[in-house]
């Protein structure tokens, strides 16, 4: 599921931004409800098969429908427009297809600057397997449970540049890895530079780098990311897209006791998204949809997975 949220922000990349200079009210936000179908085959996904079959291939696929509400609410501060408070899912993530419930604070500069400082209690939180590399008997779901705290400098002095910081750390509840190497519990470091960049006064493109650093208890879970990522965005008339691909590059520390090999994945990701303004004739209605796929491969064939969403969805913005 949390995937697929990645997938829905993602479908909102580049399609609309606030205003708030004309807003009668302080208040304003969106509503948006999406469904579609979601496939994967990582032995990691929860959403997998409970019976591990082979530990040395790629999982079976799946294939689940699925509904999911997104949305968020901004309260404009004082006079001046250019202090708010808001909450829920930031656009400023929807980029580069990230996603988490935030609660935070934007200061506008003069210069063109804009800070940004969140909290997300829900960024890592989910559902893992207790023990993924369980051969006999069902695997067991358990919780992992988090929290991450964000600073952003967006089109710093006007120059479209921007840099985003985090850092979050995570526990698993019911850890049942016997091996410490493999423990997932974890401290996450974050920072990421962007530039936009108009190609014309309706399309333009949105490129990034980032690294991250993740420290768990386990050496063979702690890895470092490189990452890049372009995204191209459009609109002509009511009609909006948005084509985003990626590439990530992970290097974990530790030897992998069960593969008895470090673990070395390459990460790609690909989707294309649609919105239709004011569907229908609707105003403030809009008409979302999105084909997109992510893919890992590695050194070890357990953790090779593919993962393919479409969904259709809509969205008011109030």
Same mark, same amino acid.
């Given at each position: 599921?949390?995937?697929?949220?990645?997938?829905?922000?993602?479908?909102?990349?580049?399609?609309?931004?606030?205003?708030? !200079?004309?807003?009668? /009210?302080?208040?304003?936000?969106?509503?948006?409800?999406? /469904?579609?179908?979601?496939?994967? *085959?990582?032995?990691?996904?929860?959403?997998?098969?409970?019976?591990?079959?082979?530990? *040395?291939?790629?999982?079976?696929?799946?294939?689940?429908?699925?509904?999911?509400?997104?949305?968020?609410?901004?309260?404009?501060?004082?006079?001046?427009?250019? +202090?708010?408070?808001?909450?829920?899912?930031?656009?400023?993530?929807?980029?580069?297809?990230?996603?988490?419930?935030?609660?935070?604070? +934007?200061?506008?500069?003069?210069?063109?600057?804009?800070?940004?400082?969140?909290? %997300?209690?829900?960024?890592?939180?989910?559902?893992?397997?207790?023990?993924?590399?369980?051969? $006999?008997?069902?695997? +067991?779901?358990?919780?992992?449970?988090?929290?991450?705290?964000?600073?952003?400098? *967006?089109?710093?002095?006007?120059?479209?540049?921007?840099?985003?910081?985090? &850092?979050?750390?995570?526990?698993?509840?019911?850890? +049942?890895?016997?091996?410490?190497?493999?423990?997932?519990?974890?401290?996450?470091?974050?920072?990421?530079?962007?530039?936009?960049?108009?190609?014309?006064?309706?399309?333009?493109?949105?490129?990034?780098?980032?690294?991250?650093?993740?420290? !768990?208890?386990?050496?063979?879970?702690?890895?470092?990311?490189?990452?890049?990522?372009? $995204?191209?965005?459009? /609109?002509?008339?009511?009609?909006?897209?948005?084509?985003?691909?990626?590439?990530?590059?992970?290097?974990?520390?530790?030897?992998?006791?069960?593969?008895?090999?470090?673990?070395?994945?390459?990460?790609?990701?690909?989707? %294309?998204?649609?919105? &239709?303004?004011?569907?229908?004739?609707?105003?403030?209605?809009? %008409?979302?949809?999105?084909?997109?796929?992510?893919? *890992?491969?590695?050194?070890?064939?357990? &953790?090779?997975?593919?993962?393919? %969403?479409?969904?259709?969805?809509?969205? &008011?913005?109030?």
């Amino acid at each position: 599921m949390k995937n697929y949220l990645l997938y829905t922000a993602a479908a909102l990349t580049g399609f609309s931004t606030m205003s708030f !200079a004309n807003e009668p /009210s302080r208040l304003s936000g969106e509503i948006i409800v999406t /469904s579609g179908y979601m496939s994967t *085959n990582s032995n990691l996904s929860t959403d997998g098969d409970a019976r591990l079959k082979d530990r *040395n291939s790629k999982g079976s696929h799946t294939n689940d429908a699925i509904v999911a509400p997104l949305g968020s609410l901004t309260y404009r501060l004082g006079d001046d427009n250019n +202090q708010r408070v808001y909450l829920g899912t930031s656009r400023d993530d929807l980029a580069v297809g990230d996603l988490a419930f935030e609660v935070g604070y +934007q200061y506008d500069f003069a210069n063109g600057t804009q800070l940004d400082v969140a909290f %997300l209690p829900t960024v890592v939180s989910g559902e893992v397997w207790a023990n993924p590399y369980q051969e $006999t008997g069902n695997r +067991q779901k358990t919780d992992i449970e988090g929290h991450a705290f964000r600073v952003k400098l *967006n089109n710093i002095n006007n120059s479209g540049m921007s840099l985003d910081m985090a &850092y979050a750390t995570a526990e698993v509840d019911d850890e +049942q890895i016997i091996d410490p190497e493999l423990r997932r519990d974890h401290d996450t470091y974050f920072i990421k530079g962007s530039h936009k960049t108009m190609l014309s006064e309706r399309s333009g493109l949105v490129s990034s780098v980032s690294y991250t650093h993740r420290d !768990a208890k386990g050496k063979a879970e702690t890895f470092d990311q490189y990452k890049a990522e372009v $995204t191209y965005f459009t /609109s002509v008339d009511a009609h909006s897209l948005a084509l985003t691909g990626g590439y990530a590059h992970r290097d974990y520390d530790g030897n992998n006791p069960i593969f008895n090999k470090e673990r070395s994945d390459n990460r790609y990701k690909v989707f %294309l998204a649609y919105e &239709y303004a004011d569907f229908a004739g609707w105003d403030n209605w809009s %008409l979302v949809s999105l084909a997109g796929a992510n893919f *890992n491969t590695s050194n070890i064939d357990f &953790y090779e997975s593919e993962e393919y %969403l479409m969904t259709v969805g809509m969205s &008011y913005k109030f």
